[in-house]
T-cell receptor
Framework: DAGVIQSPRHEVTEMGQEVTLRCKPISGHNSLFWYRQTMMRGLELLIYFNNNVPIDDSGMPEDRFSAKMPNASFSTLKIQPSEPRDSAVYFC?????????????FGNGTRLTVT | AQSVAQPEDQVNVAEGNPLTVKCTYSVSGNPYLFWYVQYPNRGLQFLLKYITGDNLVKGSYGFEAEFNKSQTSFHLKKPSALVSDSALYFCAVKGGGSYIPTFGRGTSLIVHP
């Protein structure tokens, strides 16, 4: 089990540029979550997919953020245009939705810095 | 609605002493409770969970947690702390048929040599 794989690990970009974060969930997991972590706000849920379908995107900050899950093994989170306040660590997590007692498995995150 | 409170931003303990990291929750119906640990520059890692049954749950790295329904608490404990236990600890709850967990803000555990 390779775990949840995120890329890149670090991303530094200038304000106004497009940023794409990538995630490969654990094989067989049918739920996928994107979180953002900052010192000020802690861990925030951005979006939740089940069986590749977005179920809850109420945490997506604004229209500059978008997420897709074209298949069961890949998801992207895109920010366009990026702003300095988007600087944070972005985590992807996956789990089995079959039972509510399934824990989340997190990737090691992408540290985004927007200058 | 479901919520989690971790009342302490930081807990300091000497190596070899017992440790407790506190968590209280609010949820409709029966709660599913989880503890996660985050080491620097890493994602959250699952430690243990309470679903039903015995109120004392044992997990990874010698950690355990006690579920108390009347106090709506799920405190994390370890009999003897190690310096390597120093990390950020998150409590999470799911309930009422929700598949989305709610996380606390995290508690930084510092174990002094």
């Amino acid at each position: 089990d390779a775990g949840v794989i995120q890329s890149p690990r670090h991303e530094v970009t200038e304000m106004g540029q497009e940023v794409t974060l990538r995630c490969k969930p654990i094989s067989g997991h049918n739920s996928l979550f994107w979180y953002r972590q900052t010192m000020m706000r802690g861990l925030e849920l951005l979006i939740y997919f089940n069986n590749n379908v977005p179920i809850d995107d109420s945490g997506m900050p604004e229209d500059r953020f978008s997420a897709k899950m074209p298949n069961a093994s890949f998801s992207t989170l895109k920010i366009q245009p990026s702003e300095p306040r988007d600087s944070a660590v972005y985590f992807c997590a996956s789990s089995l939705r079959g039972s509510s007692d399934s824990p989340l498995h997190f990737g090691n995150g992408t540290r985004l810095t927007v200058t | 609605a479901q919520s989690v409170a971790q009342p302490e931003d930081q807990v300091n303990v000497a190596e070899g002493n017992p440790l407790t990291v506190k968590c209280t929750y609010s949820v409709s119906g029966n709660p599913y409770l989880f503890w996660y640990v985050q080491y620097p520059n890493r994602g959250l890692q699952f430690l243990l969970k309470y679903i039903t049954g015995d109120n004392l749950v044992k997990g990874s790295y010698g950690f355990e947690a006690e579920f108390n329904k009347s106090q709506t608490s799920f405190h994390l404990k370890k009999p003897s702390a190690l310096v390597s236990d120093s990390a950020l600890y998150f409590c999470a709850v799911k309930g009422g048929g929700s598949y989305i967990p709610t996380f606390g803000r995290g508690t930084s555990l510092i174990v002094h040599p």
